[in-house]
């Protein structure tokens, strides 16, 4: 109760997205409109290139159950250079699991003491794939926000109205609190994943059942009220189940989660009518035209190797 005072008491939090992804861009946005201090780390020579403002056609259904359409622009300002004493509060680490292993080398030596949410698919041991980070300092979690960056360079998103936040082998701590009250004052709710691992890991194999549908469909946006399109994309995630728990995850514990896979014919039903009829179902996937991104290929390659690994036949990812 005395940490939560003392954090509530701290009205501004330095926080620094790392780089300026779809992400990045939609949370640093929300974060600096709530009153905190918003960096973005780029790459030397990507501050020039990107500009000082991006352009945002975004919906946001942090208040409304369908959202709110918004188009503005959004200064993001940007360094190209981090130092252990630059006394950031947060650093959100929101990458490609593929790039998990280069950011958090790069990272670890300059963090001081600020706390690491890393917020995106991962598919190692959680605290192994961040390995360098110091477990401590680091909380995972994962976005309700999705889009692309058009050829205009519009940013096209969406963000629902909550995240999902955990600390792996940890009881929650100052940090997990710290990171629940940022997004709290921008106005989100979070919901605290007891065991984010299991969670993390069924995310992962959603995505590849999805990824891999997509490269059949053309897109992740043609599957677009496509009620067979993601049919199969569900049970080709129901038949990686086997292999979370081989890597030991207790389903029993994600049985929202799973609801999708175990009954695929009525979900997706649900979803092709809400991708076809909700512009906030719709957004996410309509920005997505490639379903060979270096992530999605990724995903793919990862969770093959681990199916053959386990020798779990997987005929649908397989074929």
Known sequence: METSSILRKRH?????????????????????AAGHDVEFYVRPGRAAEYGDEVQLDWIDARRKPFGRRVRESFRTPFREALDPADG???????????RL???????????????????????????????????????????????????????????????????????????????????????????????????????????????????????????TGDRRAFRDAFLTTRELLPVLEARG????????????????????????WATRLIPMASRSLAAHTDPHTPEATAVLEDTLRETRRLNISTPRLER
């Open 12 to 32: 501004q939090l330095r926080i620094l997205m790392f780089g300026r992804g779809v992400i990045a861009t939609l949370y640093g946005r929300v974060f600096q």
């Open 88 to 98: 950031f509060d947060l650093i959100v680490l929101s990458v490609g699991h593929h």
């Open 101 to 223: 292993a280069e950011a958090t080398a790069f990272l670890a030596p300059r963090i001081g003491d600020a706390t690491v949410l890393v917020f995106g698919n991962v598919w190692e041991e959680p605290l192994t794939a961040v390995a360098p980070l110091p477990a401590e300092q680091v909380v995972f979690g994962f976005p309700g926000s999705g889009g692309g960056f058009g050829d205009d360079g519009v940013l096209s998103g969406a963000m629902l109205p909550s995240v999902i936040i955990g600390t792996p082998d940890v009881s929650p701590n100052r940090r997990e609190e710290e990171v629940l009250l940022a997004f709290r004052r921008a106005g989100l709710a979070v919901r605290r994943e007891k065991d984010i691992r299991g969670w993390l890991w069924l995310h992962f194999i959603a995505d590849a059942g999805m990824f891999d549908q997509a490269i059949r469909s053309g897109s992740l946006a043609n599957m």
């Open 249 to 272: 995850v207790d389903l029993r514990l994600h049985r929202n989660a799973t609801l999708p896979f175990r009954l695929p014919g009525l979900i997706a039903t649900a979803s092709a």
